[in-house]
C-alpha cells in the first residue's frame, strides 16, 4: 500500500515587479503572495501591497490600501450579529405572547 503524505504546506513571501521609469524617478509594484497546498491541490493568492518610489533623495514605500477587504468585513461582523440575535428576538417575543395569552 503507497505511503501518502498529508501535509498541508503553507508559504507566503514578497514580490517585485519590474521597474517603471516615469518622470525621473523608478516606481516599482509590490505584492504579497499566499500560498497553501495539499497533494496535488493548491491555491494562491498574489494581490498588490504597496508601490515604492525611488528618487534621487532615496526610496519611499507607499501602502495600498484595501478598503473593499475593510467593508467586507464590517459587513461581514453587522450581518453575522444580525444572524445571531435573530433566535433571541424571536425567543423575546414568543416569551411575550404566552404571557399574555393567560
Same mark, same amino acid.
Given at each position: ?45 498574489? @494581490? ?44 423575546? @417575543? ?9
Amino acid at each position: 500500500m503507497p505511503h501518502f503524505q498529508h501535509r498541508i504546506r503553507w508559504r507566503s513571501y514578497e514580490t517585485r515587479g519590474q521597474p517603471i521609469h516615469a518622470q525621473g524617478q523608478d516606481i516599482t509594484p509590490i505584492g504579497r503572495v499566499m500560498q497553501i497546498g495539499w497533494p496535488r491541490v493548491g491555491l494562491i493568492w498574489h @494581490r498588490p501591497v504597496a508601490v515604492e518610489v525611488r528618487r534621487n533623495d532615496g526610496v519611499k514605500r507607499l501602502p495600498i490600501r484595501n478598503r473593499t477587504r475593510r467593508a467586507i468585513v464590517f459587513f461581514s461582523v453587522g450581518l453575522s450579529a444580525s444572524i445571531l440575535a435573530l433566535p433571541l428576538l424571536m425567543q423575546q @417575543r414568543n416569551l411575550r405572547e404566552r404571557i399574555r395569552s393567560r
